[in-house]
């Protein structure tokens, strides 16, 4: 029986020429992430006991989710993943400045390239897969075990396949697509997840990284996309060279394999407080008021999510009572969206245009509600607490719905506006 695009990936790091679901192998990992957070947050001394770093050239530290630090405890921080990182050597260190979203700075600057193994002190690293390779996130102890020794252990699961076919409709997105996936299908606990079929074509890869990075809502192990001509064509436009491409086998052997039309999909939304088996469509809570639109995170904040929202709301403004709260998920797309015009025609609309950040998205700063509040956004989670208060409402959706309600204040068919 062949293997799929996960266990190939497992296979090749671990050395061995074949790997089958319920294997325990031990892989040498290409890229040891982690983030700021990770320095700052209560318990976690794991790194501080590291005398020495066998692999420094693997580790990576970039500041995203309290950037500029917003409370001393933050900056303290700083301070020590910037001590870490000198003490150890550990040249890929992304500071204020060069910051941005953690996924989306590792795609930027080449981490995330096809065939690659990558361990991040993050939930959602299984964006990256979006690029053809295997991520997932990892405990502390795990990220700082594989800074010093290399490799780490991971079990095989059981793949789950969706197979595509046809395009997603204008303004429906590859968000529509996975909280569709989500409400339909589910959750995928001790699963990876990959996707196939000739519907692949017409999914452009930031549609992909957010499919990708919203897998980890679902409790997927990896979730990995194949490398396909609009991938190629996105490396070679970036200059990515040195990297070894994954295809499944046409003998893979799938625990399950679910086919999609992507035509049939249509704007969907995620209810609170919850993602698996808690999405419908849109259309069945049309008129909800929304006292915040928020449009950004590792899921969406592209540049293309941008210039969608600034060609929706152009000539517009945002509905009386209902805020709308834009953050670029780099620097790059932050200079990129300046440079094209797209901040200013969000900011002429009253949009409140952020510094690239989580913020919100995990609670921490820039965007928080306050309680009898109704929050739509792009961001990747929304359980009772995660955005301020637990007495609000978060509700996920694409960047299309999410700029239908800024400009309307209520739930509203992006194909609508």
Known sequence: MGMTMTEKILAAHAGRRSVAPCDIVECEVDWAVVHDIFFSVDGNFDYKRVRKLGFPEKSVILFDHAVPAPTAKDAAGMVSARSFAEKHGIRNLFDVGRHGVIHQLLAEEGFDRPGVLIAGGDSHTCAAGAFNCAARGLGPADIVFIMCKGYNWYQVSPTLLYRFSGALPGRVMGKDLFLYIAGVYGDATN?????????????????????????AEINAEFAVFPYDEALEADLAARGIQDYKPVAPDADAAYARVCDIDLSEIEPYIALPHSIPGNCVPLRERRGLPVQQALLGSCSNGRLEDIALAAEM???????????????????????????????????????????PSCGACYGGHLGLLGP??????????????????????????????????????????????
Not at 193 to 198: L, P, Q, R
Not at 335 to 346: C, I, K, S
């Open 372 to 417: 009898g509040e109704r929050c739509l956004s792009t961001t990747t989670r929304n359980f009772k607490g995660r955005m301020g208060s637990a007495e609000a409402e978060v509700m996920l959706a694409s960047p299309a719905s999410v700029t239908a309600a800024a400009i309307t204040g209520v739930l509203t068919d992006p194909r609508e506006i």
């Open 313 to 355: 709301i152009k000539g517009k403004k945002v509905a009386p009572g209902t805020r709308f709260v834009v953050t670029p998920a780099s620097q790059r797309i932050w200079l990129d969206a300046l440079r094209a015009g797209y901040l200013e025609t969000l900011v002429e609309a009253n949009a409140v245009v952020t510094n």
């Open 191 to 215: 699963m990876n997840v990959e996707f196939g079929g000739d519907g692949l074509a017409s999914l452009p890869i930031h549609e992909r990284q957010s499919i990708a990075t919203m897998c």
